[in-house]
């Protein structure tokens, strides 16, 4: 494998075109839709990864792409890894052109050849002939360019933390709510009470045992708001 050596110059060339995007726009299911059909024209076998986090997208040995789902689920950036699967010189020349090809015959904008070979040579990229390249065998204008889609990124998913509360948890808050209350006639209104006895728990109504043995806090807890709201109803009457 040759050094690479204009690996910052592709990426500076890049970011300047409108084709490229690095902000992901595609859903993974588009992404896999994307390298099944490239697999498909180029009878490879390319398997495609995500990962979360901000770091890099790669490509591996020709035949692993590595997609972060923060930044690569575009066109450009799937259209860049897969390049990297024919060619094993990196970032140089025989990479370059089969990029290019890849983004005049399927990215959906079809950057005209004219206008690559015109904005590397104003980066200083160095490429091969595209006449010799895999890509020039295999693609052509019968081949449709891939969909165009709304290049607003996608939201990204919220991270859903689960605080877990226990049922036990939940019953001593009811009872603070209940119990605690600083007006003194709703709390001797609804004195209520949780009493465990032998292992089994008992739920106890002004003085009053409301239920048979419970055997869970959860069963505690339903009994309880069961409660309650047998005690609100009660209390609406003296209105
Ligand atoms: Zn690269």
Known sequence: ???????????????SQSWMIKKSYLTQGECHAVIKRLNKIYRKKVKLRFKNGHGSCWAFNQNDILIRNDWGRSYGVLLHEFAHCLSNDSHNGTFVSNYCLLLHYLHPEQPSIKDLVKSLNNANVDFIDFEKTLSRKILSKRLKPFTQVCTEPL????????????????????LDSWLHTNQPMTANYYDVAVYEY???????VNGMEHSDVLDSWLEV????LE????????????K
Not at 1 to 15: A, C, G, I, L, P
Not at 221 to 224: A, D, F, I, K, P
Not at 232 to 238: Q, R, V
């Open 1 to 15: 494998m040759s050094r690479d050596t204009q690996r910052q110059k592709v990426y500076d060339w890049e970011n």
């Open 155 to 174: 939201p990204v998913p919220v991270k859903n933390v689960k605080t877990r509360v226990s049922a036990k948890q939940r019953v001593q808050k009811i």
């Open 198 to 204: 032998s292992g089994s728990k008992f739920v106890n």
């Open 221 to 224: 807890e339903v009994c309880l």
């Open 227 to 238: 409660a309650i709201e047998q005690r609100l109803h009660e209390h609406e009457d003296y």
